[in-house]
């Protein structure tokens, strides 16, 4: 089943033209049409479900800025800075909480990739400490494996998924932005190589600017107006509990990941546990994702589902000329995969003698959007003026997702950008150059 979530109201009716037009509705648009409105900026928000229906309502709602990518961090920074203050802006608790994440292994090179990554964290002023068996097992107690030694990050920790893109949009929409759900775009008007408006489900948009932040959706839609963008969906599984006692708030182990809800129920998972289904739109990039796949060679599973025929990789999103096809399907909604829901909660119960009794509550799937070297696009599209992509977030969208969504309006308003913005640019996954995937 889907995972709870918060419904908003929404507007039901199309403006004639904004400023800007944010497509989709997850953490990253969201945080885009926030940014912007808080700019001044006439902004609509178009979702083709309900806000927040897809990954962004899905995810483990990890807020971090341990073991990122070193291109990710000044990002991952900037995110929390902004995660921060959102509650006070809004007037809204978005579940945000600096709760700290606990790591524990019983894997030596595990344990030395952690200690290596301290120089990244030092380059960051990002407080990141070594715990020694003793203190892993103190930290993460009743445990029936013996740590050899873990990870304290007191600096980081999680938002609630279900309430996060809602809020964001609401906080928008009190800021002069339109938000209309059940509206599809269907497509762009361009022009001269620039774009002059949006059709959608609803009508037409006149606007000079649109970002596209479609999560899995984002690349088939590009391709509909000629612009390459190599993506692709891994299929994840997350279970949740109900209320459960209090063995930690984040807590990760090498085979389980635990997030502890407001309500006292857990999110559980094991981290790059993923199935990579075949899909036209996966064969056309395969060759860009093989550095990526030999990696990941032992997590990830390969198979044929559903999304061979349907949804965004499908042969239909790629290469069909009809115009509604991009509102299909309002809600992607891929079913657990059983086994590894199975095997979350087999090694819970397992190792945290506390969660013996651990009830499971409900679990639900989703389609993670990742480029080829798990770093997310975001920026212009060079061959169709006013086009930005922010996408291909890589599992990593909803903790970096108000970094993103800042990043892309101060793009998009030609402001000063908060980061580096380069090393996000789209060139970089079609000039050639030598693919270096990032951190899980």
Known sequence: MPPPLKKILGDERLPAAADVVVIGGGIVGTATAYYLARSGVSVALLEKGHVGCEQSSRTWGWCRQQNRDIREMPLAVIAMQLWDALAGEIGQDLGFRRSGLLYGSDDAAQLAEWESW????????????????????????????????????????????????????????????????????????????????????RGFIKTGAVVCAGGAWASSFVRSFGVSFPQASVRQTVVMSQPAPNIGEVVYTPDSALTRRLDGSYYMAISGRTQLELTPQGLRYAKSFMPMFIKRLKAVSVGVGKSFV???????????????????????????????????????????????????????????????????????????????????CSGHGFGLGPGIGYLAAQLVTNDTPCVDPSVYRLSRLLDGSKVKVGSI
């Open 118 to 201: 301290r120089s990244v964290a030092k380059q960051f002023d990002v407080d990141t400490r070594m715990m020694t068996a003793a203190e892993a097992m103190e930290k993460i107690p009743q445990t029936r494996r013996k740590w050899l030694g873990g990870l304290n990050v007191p600096v980081d920790g999680k938002a609630e998924p279900a309430l996060a893109a809602p809020l964001l949009a609401e906080g928008a929409r009190t800021r002069g932005a339109t938000v209309h759900q059940d509206c599809a775009a269907y497509g762009l008007e361009i022009a001269n190589r620039t774009v002059i408006g949006v059709h959608t489900s």
């Open 310 to 392: 349907a949804g965004p990789e499908s042969w239909s999103a790629l290469y069909s000329r009809d115009k509604t096809k991009f509102g299909a399907v309002p809600v992607l909604d891929p079913p657990p995969v059983a086994r590894t829901a199975r095997a979350v909660v087999e090694n819970v119960r397992t190792n945290f003698p506390g969660l013996a009794d651990i009830k499971v509550a409900d679990a639900w799937g989703a389609f993670v959007d990742s480029t080829p070297d798990a770093i997310p696009v975001i920026g212009p599209v060079e061959t169709v003026a006013g086009v930005y992509l922010a996408a291909g």
